[in-house]
């Protein structure tokens, strides 16, 4: 009896210790795949038709088919996909460091413009979808879906992917369409996941305007909610390490500090039911506006360079996963009619470029209604190039895909593997063949880009920290603060609301912010610190000026 007991316990072990390896095996495989897409997407770098998301999803098709073919078709990726793995471990770097290193200048001066597209528009978008897709989908044998699943559709489709997006554009070639993609592709992943955990809270089996009103009335709490905290959360790094200053014994403490604050938001956000995006963005933004001038200079260099790489290592793994998993072959074998899910992409691709056609059109025209400068209008080949740029969806569609319709990366029921293959279709269809297309057609319609005083990139940024935030070069600014045509009436005052909010905010910021919290020009005199450095080397180079004029 001992023996038959030794032999189970020995069996048992004998087969986690295969599990182990094939895990270890697996996750090996794994990483050299992503030195791969590094290496190929270095060697493709001048190539005006690939980036590196079509890069990623490209070798994780080849591998997904070779992994294919030496299982017998039994599966094609490596690893299982997890929904924490992305919201808790690769979305926030990739969020975080969009906030770290935005201009902000060009993002608050199209402040208005992005919000409108992100959030209105996002609504609008998934008020699109929602709609075809119930009328349609009713129409077809796809399985049972209650409204509950029609409205996550809205939502998993109105989330545009950002990140392949921005691979596209580029700041110095088209600074007003980057910031306006960027910002509203930011502010598009909170309103959408915002909008779908409301979505997932609330009773949809019985709806009416109480409910209704109730569902807008969380959706703006949860907004304003999240962004509060982030800034809090930004501002609380920036009195510790400006206060305590621990760089002047060990810079891996501020840096380990400011890493470790930066993830705190988030979770904090995820502890309190709040948007984790939202809260992590406004802290990057905060962060580098007042922490990353608190910390010494080698830090600023270490910081910078650590939060690009996190975002880069996990936005091509997400897109090297995604690769793999369109092959998946379990939920293939469960969708039994490939036609009924190459219909479904179908429709919803069309219900995409709808639901995006419908809010950046209208909201651009108001938009150019309250420019006061026509120079600053969004011109329609700049609209065509917004609304093709944003029909990209990519790694947040497919985790919020992967929560509603699928149960630990397991797909039972036929309607659920129709929905997850088709998101997979229209993922891989739109970031190769629209992100394909993107760069000619920027080139077709925009040849010479037009480079305007607001579209220049003067923010003081982790990339660029030579000019003060939300302001020009030197202290011009500042100066003509005093001088500059202050509004006379309301009409005004809504004629030109970004430069009286630029105004107004420097005053505050250099007045009441930046001497309790830091940033630039107000970072505390400490021996050893970079302003003794900085000081000291301006008063030598002074001083060596001073010596050559008198020679």
Not at 26 to 41: D, E, T
Not at 113 to 141: E, N, P, W
Not at 456 to 470: D, G, I, Q, V, W
Not at 518 to 532: A, I, K, L
Request: hydrophobic share 45%.
């Amino acid at each position: 009896m001992v023996a038959s007991q030794l032999a189970v316990v020995f069996s048992k072990l004998q087969t986690l210790f295969t599990s182990d390896h094939a895990s270890v095996v697996s996750l090996n495989l794994f990483v050299a795949l992503l030195c791969a897409c590094i290496v190929i997407g270095h060697l493709l770098e001048e190539n005006r038709w690939m980036n590196e998301s079509i890069t990623a999803l490209v070798i994780g098709l080849c591998t997904g088919v070779i992994i294919l073919w030496r299982s017998g078709g039994k599966s094609s990726r490596l690893l299982v996909f997890s929904e924490d793995l992305f919201f808790i471990y690769l979305l926030p770097p990739i969020i975080f460091n969009a906030g770290f290193k935005v201009k902000k200048k060009q993002f608050f001066r199209n402040f208005i413009t992005i919000m409108m597209f992100g959030a209105i528009g996002t609504l609008i978008s998934c008020t699109v979808i929602s709609l075809g897709a119930t009328y349609m989908f009713k129409q077809m044998d796809i399985g049972s879906l209650d409204i509950g699943d029609f409205l996550a559709i809205g939502a998993i489709f109105a989330a545009t992917d950002s990140v392949c997006t921005l691979q596209v554009l580029h700041q110095d070639e088209t600074p007003l369409l980057y910031s306006l993609v960027f910002g509203e592709g930011v502010v598009n992943d909170a309103t959408s996941i915002v909008l779908f955990n409301a979505i997932q809270s609330f009773d949809l089996s019985d709806i009416n305007f109480r409910i209704a009103l109730k569902s807008i009335g969380k959706f703006f709490y949860l907004f304003s909610a999240s962004t509060m905290l982030g800034v809090f959360v930004g501002l609380a790094s920036a009195y510790i390490i400006k206060t305590l200053y621990f760089g002047r014994h060990s810079t891996d403490r501020e840096f380990a500090l400011m890493m470790l604050m930066a993830y705190l938001s988030y979770i904090l956000a995820e502890l309190f039911y709040l948007s984790g995006i939202l809260t992590v963005f406004f802290c990057g933004i905060v962060m580098s506006h007042y922490t990353w001038h608190n910390v010494t200079e080698s830090s600023r260099v270490t910081t910078k360079h650590t939060f690009a790489t996190l975002s880069f290592v996990a936005e091509t793994f997400i897109f090297l996963y995604v690769g793999m998993d369109a092959l998946d072959i379990s939920t293939w074998r469960v969708n039994d009619r490939p036609r009924t899910s190459l219909m479904v992409s179908s429709i919803l691709l069309a219900l995409v470029m709808a639901g995006r056609a419908a809010f950046v059109f209208p909201l651009s025209y108001l938009a150019n209604l309250s420019n006061k400068s026509s120079s600053e209008n969004i011109s329609f080949r700049e609209q065509i190039i917004i609304w093709w740029a944003g029909l990209m969806r990519g790694a947040v569609s497919m985790a919020l895909a992967y929560k509603q319709f699928s149960r630990s990366g397991q797909t039972e029921l036929r309607k659920n593997a129709v929905m997850i293959t088709s998101t997979i279709t229209v993922v891989l269809f739109s970031t190769v063949v629209f992100g394909i297309m993107t760069k000619p057609l920027i080139r077709v319609l925009l040849p010479h880009p037009k480079i305007t005083t607001s579209m220049l990139s003067e923010a003081s940024t982790p990339k660029s920290s030579t000019m003060p935030f939300l302001g020009s070069a030197g202290n011009s600014f500042d100066d003509n603060l005093g001088a500059a045509h202050r509004p006379s009436s309301i009409r005004e005052l809504l004629a030109t609301p970004t430069h009286t909010v630029h105004r107004y905010w420097r005053k505050f910021d250099n007045t009441f912010m930046r001497p309790v919290f830091g940033g630039r020009g107000f970072v505390p005199f400490v021996p050893g610190s970079p302003t003794e450095r900085s000081e000291h080397n301006l008063l030598h180079k002074e001083s060596s000026e001073s010596d050559v004029c008198n020679f």
